[in-house]
């Protein structure tokens, strides 16, 4: 946490964002589960892609039951589950990350019940206290937030709701006036897990969230490689890559192929 | 003749008009979902209010209740169980004669034909735990020639294995969960995954009066055929006691039985409603599937899309739960049931694997019935009842379903073969 920083953590996210914007330039968002493939790892991967370009992170909370997950991410955080990873053991990775200088935003990517069951309040305290900037809620859609975002509105943390392919034009707008920090859209319907190729449609769906908001548009869901990184940018604010960076850290070599494909996203969203 | 299911609406009132709009019984329900799956959500919504108030629907699936599943099923009188208790008379609503076995055809077949006709969606898929639910999706997806996908728990096919070849002999796929506890809550969660994937053709039919809105209300809504039969198969003095019951007791896991069989007696005031959930080996035991008697691991959580009492650790991680019943396995209970709860309307108690075996083998001996393990627990909880009542009362048993599918569990637990011998002696 930048203890003299007096922007919120929505400015932070909206700053690192906007840094990145430009026609075929976007912000690289990675997700990383905490504690896989160890506590220790979790951490070194997160520096090593600060090092390699990352403008956001979204640390992954473990959680028992992840029903938005493909098998990838799903046996990374059940690794960190055994692991004995808990939610105050998240918070405190992103306090040791902050102490290690790494200052780049913090979205917590968490499914609702540990956060519920931490008292909402308090989590978004602590959260905050921790060093991060906000939250993304797979299964908490704008219907159910009120209490997380009256907490969040509090603090000054972004609260990023999702939307999705099959998102109406109702809920484009609901989502998007409701969204803090930056929407989250996933480019195709299913769960998460690294694809061969980006959908067609991407380009239009982009644009008709666009549309009717100042709020980014971060596009994530089967983004894995640099170049699916540079279409990405080409019509998006950022790039979110969560289970191709998973599945690269789950090898022998995994802390040099994480940080090998951080820097071909980085470089893909990064329009260089 | 089938009840009509235009009574539906018509007793939709206690106290408040639950749930609201949003899908929420007081505290509990609403909707914790996906964004993806929130229009899937809503179209539900729709198609459940159209096909509730659409005549044609509505003769469709009475006719098929009646002409294909068997309604109304029977009440018997279980005089000897009554008898042996030497209290109040023992009523037993028969959803074990249904079609394929238990009590979940109502749902699966009501479902199913909604979707077909109202929104003209072509495959299914459906989470199981014990196989009922599994084998009557498979069974309405057979009769109305839709495709059906059904995830069930390694541990469950396991424990289950005549109901997965059931189900594959109606045309269903059945697809292994090997996840985490490989049980129902997993099927569950996978369900859901294949649903997000492919939900623009595809229907989840969620199988017990869980999960985010519409489905609790949506299940209870097509489950209280049972409690309105009952009811009036109760006031009846042709088919019953010419009264209504004094207590009402139904195994709880999900809650779609109990709920189907209590929502038509929620205006009743002189009516006991009794949930039973799954107690395992004991609650200090931490193996069981008691949301409600666990003060510990049971409280207030979020799982698959509805806010209610869920089996959790200190860390919001969800709790591995146990019973001998596969299809009480699950951590979490409908919302409804937590209010009913909450405003002291229904109660909940649990009985044991033990003393669900115990109530197993009574009914098999007194009545001639063999129940599922399931609705044993309801059978189970009796001698717990007795000391509680009167021999003038009237109590009223939910008989889910049959339990053929346990057999080889409870062959297992039982060892029959001393009793078989010892009473072979006595021929």
Redesign the interface.
């Known amino acids: 946490m930048n203890g003299n920083d007096p922007m919120t953590g929505v400015e932070r996210i909206r700053s690192a964002i906007a840094k990145r914007q430009g026609d075929a330039t976007a912000a690289f968002m990675p997700y990383f589960p905490s504690g896989f493939p160890s506590r220790s790892e979790s951490v070194a991967m997160m520096r090593s892609m600060a090092d390699a370009g990352a403008d956001l992170f979204e640390i992954g909370f473990p959680f028992s039951d992840p029903l938005a997950d493909g098998p990838t991410i799903q046996a990374a955080t059940h690794r960190a589950l055994l692991n004995g990873m808990t939610t105050r053991d998240c918070l405190d990775i992103a306090r040791e990350l902050r102490e290690a200088g790494i200052t780049q935003p913090f979205c917590a990517m968490s499914y609702y019940n540990p956060i519920f069951n931490y008292g909402t309040d308090r989590f978004v305290e602590d959260a905050a206290q921790a060093g991060f900037d906000g939250f993304i809620i797979p299964d908490l859609p704008p219907d159910e937030g009120e209490e997380m975002e009256e907490a969040c509105r509090e603090a000054g943390l972004a609260l990023v709701y999702l939307l999705a392919p099959s998102s109406s034009r109702e809920r484009i707008e609901l989502v998007t006036s409701r969204s803090t920090g930056f929407v989250y859209l996933v480019s195709v319907l299913g769960t998460t897990g690294a694809r061969a190729s980006l959908p067609d449609y991407l380009t239009d769906l982009v644009a008709q969230v666009r549309a009717g908001t100042d709020t980014p548009v971060c596009v994530g869901f089967g983004v894995s490689n640099g170049v699916q990184a540079a279409r990405v940018a080409s019509i998006a604010d950022g790039a979110i890559v969560g289970s191709a960076l998973v599945k690269a850290a789950d090898g022998p070599d995994g802390a040099d192929a994480v940080k090998s494909l951080a820097r071909e996203l980085a470089r893909g969203a990064h329009g260089h | 003749m089938v009840d009509q299911i235009d009574a539906i609406f018509q007793a939709d009132d206690y106290g408040v008009h639950y749930p609201d709009s949003?899908g929420r019984f007081g505290p509990y329900g609403?909707?914790?979902?996906?964004?993806?799956?929130?229009?899937?959500l809503?179209e539900l919504e729709d198609i459940h209010a159209t096909a509730m108030q659409d005549e044609d629907f509505r003769t469709e699936l009475n006719s098929l209740l009646e002409t294909y599943v068997g309604r109304p099923t029977p009440l018997t009188y279980a005089k000897r169980l009554t008898e042996h208790f030497g209290g109040p008379e023992i009523y037993l609503k028969r959803e074990d004669l249904a079609h394929t076995g238990a009590h979940k055809i109502n749902n699966a077949l009501g479902q199913a034909l909604m979707v077909k006709r109202i929104l003209g969606k072509n495959r299914v898929v459906a989470e199981t735990g014990a196989g009922q639910h599994g084998v009557a999706t498979a069974t309405a997806c057979a009769l109305l020639d839709m495709e059906c996908v059904v995830y069930m728990g390694s541990v469950d096919m396991a424990r289950q294995a005549p109901n997965v070849f059931r189900m594959r002999l109606l045309g269903a796929e059945v697809r292994e969960v090997s996840?985490?506890s490989q049980t129902l809550?997993?099927a569950i969660?996978e369900a859901?995954?294949d649903w997000?994937?492919?939900?623009?053709d595809t229907h989840y039919l969620l199988g017990s009066a869980l999960g985010p809105h519409p489905y609790p209300v949506m299940v209870r809504n097509l489950q209280s055929v049972i409690g309105r039969e009952a009811r009036r198969q109760m006031l009846a003095p042709s088919t019953g006691p010419g009264r209504l019951p004094d207590v009402v007791v139904a195994c709880v896991g999900g809650g779609s039985n109990a709920i189907g069989m209590f929502y038509p007696f929620v205006m009743d005031p002189g009516v006991r409603l009794i949930g039973v959930e799954a107690g395992g080996s004991g609650i200090e035991s931490q193996k069981h599937a008691a949301r409600f008697a666990d003060p510990k691991m049971g409280?207030?959580?979020?799982?698959?899309?509805t806010r209610s009492y869920?089996l959790?650790d200190e860390?919001?991680?969800?709790a591995l739960t146990h019973s001998i019943s596969a299809g009480l396995d699950y951590a979490s209970v409908g919302p409804e049931h937590a209010l009913l709860r909450d405003r002291e309307r229904a109660e909940y108690f649990y009985c044991t694997d033990e003393q669900a075996l115990a109530g197993f083998e009574l009914l098999c001996r007194q009545e001639g019935i063999i129940p599922a393990l399931e609705s044993a627990h309801a059978v189970g909880w009796l001698p717990e009842l007795m000391s509680d009542v009167s021999s003038d009362d009237v109590v009223l048993v939910s008989l889910s379903g049959r339990g053929d599918k346990d057999l080889d569990t409870v062959m297992a637990e039982l060892s029959p073969g001393d009793r078989v011998q010892s009473k072979a002696q006595f021929t």
Do not use: F, M, W
């Open positions: 949003r609403g909707k914790y979902v996906p964004e993806t799956l929130i229009p899937a809503e996840s985490g809550k997993d969660s859901i995954r997000v994937t492919n939900v623009p409280r207030l959580g979020v799982l698959h899309g869920v959790q860390d919001g991680q969800i």
